[in-house]
Nanobody, 125 residues
Framework: QLRFVESGGGLVQPGGSLRLSCAAS????????IGWFRQAPGKEREGVSC????????WYADSVKARFTISRANAGDTVYLQMNSLKPEDTAVYYC??????????????????WGQGTLVTVSS
């Protein structure tokens, strides 16, 4: 099963920026839609953004529109989530998985085994 490794999280002040990376556990020539999800303390996991392989179309949750940008490296094996104007409510563990975009952007669709370690983003002064 193809798995992904998230990185780039950290502690940032409100209004700051971070760029998260999502890399495939093994190189593959197959292009696939990737979705970013997040889970804040005490809350359910939610879809944040996704990117489709064919035309590069994207989707964003309303809470992150105009602040987050998802993109894909030219080689296709890494997906980035640029997060600007971060708010305390963006604090969460962020995960990336293969997911239909946008039809697959509901966390409850997935078995618990698909989720990796995630990367922690903490927005605090």
């Amino acid at each position: 099963q193809l798995r992904f490794v998230e990185s780039g999280g950290g502690l940032v002040q409100p209004g700051g920026s971070l760029r998260l990376s999502c890399a495939a556990s093994e190189w593959t020539s197959d292009f696939y839609a990737i979705g970013w999800f997040r889970q804040a303390p005490g809350k359910e996991r939610e879809g944040v953004s996704c990117i489709s392989p064919s035309d590069g179309s994207t989707w964003y949750a309303d809470s992150v529109k105009a602040r987050f940008t998802i993109s894909r490296a030219n080689a296709g094996d890494t997906v980035y989530l640029q997060m600007n104007s971060l708010k305390p409510e963006d604090t969460a563990v962020y995960y990336c998985i293969r997911a239909g975009c946008p039809e697959g952007m509901t966390a409850s669709l997935f078995d618990s085994t698909v989720w990796g370690q995630g990367t922690l983003v903490t927005v605090s002064s």
